[in-house]
């Protein structure tokens, strides 16, 4: 079983996490039951980082047969640093988890049980998160809300990337290569049998978070465009609804006009009108836009990672 951590200016964290995946390798080898015993590998894929993170993992990797490393050309982005790292797997199953210990590799054994019973998605749900603002809870409850209900795939609530995925999810995944991705939805896009694992998320050990809320805002404008055309069809619906409102106006100035004879337009009136549609105007171009970006960026066909060094585990 691979343990895919992706990385970036991590040095700081690294050395406890280190420690902590040798505690798991080595009770994992130590079972009394065979069926218990787990070989573990542990593939870190490094996005560009800026400090040591690099320096390390290749020092840990030196010593062990278990570990190896994806180091990309630049950074990437985490998105695209866990493809290169989904690519690179070549076992049975997969573990994601982050490096700032947030999610307990302890953990990832109970998850392996689950997988024995036959799962093929075992997706750890947050029933904390500590250490995070209300702000970033209640965004990241408000995002998930919305996208179920505009989407046509079941999207797992509060989950991140941490969860154990079968080798028939692996090599879907494998098969999934849009430029533009938001793996939290295309994990759920490709469906098989899933189960869900509670659990409470932990503080960061060390350093601070590298996601920042335009980030996260352009993670979630993602997940929109490239699961659903809601925000199209909302954008037509809209459109359809001033059309008829237009029209309506236009028949009652008519009407009045008939009636009444000519009347002086109310200035305040007629700019209401242009501001409205002129909103909506923008509007509707910047969520066409949204889509249309995305399409230019995915017909260019470019990888979604370069590699600039690399080593991969060993068997025993």
Same mark, same amino acid.
């Not at 938001?182 to 050990?205: Q, T, V």
């Not at 009444?260 to 700019?271: C, E, F, H, K, R």
């Given at each position: ?27 994992? $080898?130590?079972? &009394? ?16 980082? %800026? ?16 570990? /190896? ?32 210990? $947030? ?11 689950? +997988? ?17 603002? +209300? ?7 408000? *995002?998930?809300?919305?996208? #179920?209900?505009?989407?046509?795939? $079941? ?18 995944? #494998? ?18 049998? %899933? ?13 601070? !978070? %590298? +996601?920042?809320? +335009? ?7 993602? /997940? ?6 809601? &925000? =199209?069809?909302?954008? !037509? ?19 009045? !006009? ?8 109310? *200035?305040?009136? =007629? ?6 549609? /002129?909103?909506?105007?923008? =509007? ?15 017909? %260019?066909?470019? &990888? ?13």
């Amino acid at each position: 079983m691979t343990i895919l951590i992706p990385c970036y200016n991590e040095e700081e964290s690294l050395p406890m996490l280190f420690a902590r995946l040798t505690t798991l390798s080595e009770n994992a $080898q130590l079972a &009394p039951d065979d069926d218990d015993r787990i070989d573990y590998r542990f593939l870190f894929v490094d996005d560009g980082s %800026k400090d040591s993170t690099r320096d390390e993992i290749r020092e840990f990797a030196s010593n062990r047969f278990d570990t /190896g490393f994806i180091f990309l050309s630049r950074n990437f982005g985490k998105e695209h640093a866990m493809l290169a790292g989904i690519d690179a797997v070549d076992t049975d199953a997969l573990v994601i988890i982050d490096a700032d210990l $947030q999610d307990p590799p302890e953990l990832i054994g109970d998850m392996v049980k689950l +997988w024995r019973q036959g799962y093929e998605d075992v997706y750890a749900r947050r029933r904390s998160r500590k250490g995070e603002s +209300w702000f970033k809870k209640a965004t990241s409850h408000l *995002y998930y809300t919305l996208l #179920q209900k505009v989407s046509s795939v $079941q999207i797992q609530r509060d989950t991140g990337d941490f969860r154990l995925l079968d080798r028939k999810c692996v090599t879907a995944l #494998q098969h999934l290569r849009e430029s533009e991705r938001n793996s939290k939805a295309l994990f759920s896009w490709i469906g098989f049998k %899933k189960i869900e694992f509670l659990y409470d998320r932990d503080p960061r050990c060390a350093g601070k !978070t %590298k +996601w920042n809320y +335009w980030k996260l805002m352009k993670l979630a404008i993602d /997940g929109f465009t490239s699961f659903t055309v809601a &925000p =199209l069809r909302a954008v !037509t619906i809209c459109g359809g609804i001033v059309s008829l409102s237009a029209i309506i106006y236009a028949l009652v100035v008519f009407v009045h !006009t008939i009636v009444n004879g000519v009347d002086v337009p109310g *200035y305040a009136s =007629l700019m209401i009108v242009v501001l409205v549609l /002129g909103g909506i105007q923008l =509007l509707a171009l910047g969520v066409i836009g949204e889509y249309l970006g995305r399409t230019f960026i995915q017909t %260019k066909n470019r &990888p979604n990672y370069l590699i600039e060094e690399e080593q991969r585990p060993k068997e025993r």
